[in-house]
């Protein structure tokens, strides 16, 4: 079964500092990754995935992830932080071994931007 | 184009009694998720459709919980005999057929289990 550890609860950074949200994963076969966020008082939205091929991917509102397969990791990154990059972070998988649809989902990483 | 729909936005319902929330996939939409979101937590995610294929059941917390698709549109989630720690975000999202392809999300169903 596929699981998915955010092991920071929250994050803080000041503005114009550069940001990262940790994600590591655990699946049986090829993994697809995703990170989702959620601003406030809005419902989730996409950021961006790994599928396979280049291990840095570009998403939305300039992040950038990384997948790691040694370190079974897929961090979030942005080189300088916005305030209104503040919002709650998810960290999302699926096994490509069990050919499912089932996603599971990160507990989630709170950021911080302080101006 | 229209995104998910989901309703009713907001639901109180007592202790004991049935409620049902359905949810609008986005057109074309093969496949179809529900998730749970307690307050200040993640994602539990519930259960799947798939195009034709059977549903993915396996997380459904109880007996208690069932959902049913209508062909590749519309989805209920049913909760019989609520309990208090039913209460929570109801997340239904939408994606194309395809693993690779990123979930849309709504804006949830906040049920409130007095």
């Known amino acids: 079964a596929q699981s998915v550890a955010q092991p920071e609860d929250q994050v803080n950074v000041a503005e114009g500092n550069p940001l990262t949200v940790k994600c590591t994963y655990s699946v049986s076969g090829n993994p697809y990754l995703f990170w989702y966020v959620q601003y406030p008082n809005r419902g989730l939205q996409f950021l961006l995935k790994?599928?396979?091929?280049?291990?840095l991917v570009k998403g939305s509102y300039g992040f950038e992830a990384e997948f790691n397969k040694s370190q079974t990791s897929f961090h979030l990154k942005k080189p300088s932080a916005l305030v209104s990059d503040s919002a709650l972070y998810f960290c999302?998988?699926?096994?490509?071994?069990?050919?499912?649809?089932?996603?599971?989902f990160g507990a989630g990483t709170r950021l911080f931007v302080k101006a | 184009g229209a995104g998910v729909s989901q309703s009713p936005s907001n639901k109180v319902t007592e202790k004991g009694k049935d409620v049902e929330l359905r949810c609008d996939p986005i057109s074309g939409h093969t496949a179809l998720y529900w998730y749970r979101q307690r307050l200040g937590q993640g994602l539990e995610f519930l259960i799947y459709?798939?195009?034709?294929?059977?549903?993915?059941k396996s997380g459904l917390p109880s007996d208690r919980f069932s959902a049913e698709r209508t062909g590749e549109s519309v989805s209920t989630l049913t909760i019989q005999r609520t309990q208090q720690e039913d209460s929570a975000v109801y997340l239904c999202a939408s994606s194309r057929g395809g693993l690779s392809y990123e979930q849309y999300f709504g804006p949830g169903t906040r049920l409130t289990v007095t």
């Open positions: 999302a998988v699926r096994d490509g071994g069990t050919g499912g649809f089932k996603t599971i």
């Open positions: 790994y599928i396979t091929g280049d291990n």
């Open positions: 459709f798939q195009g034709n294929s059977a549903p993915d």
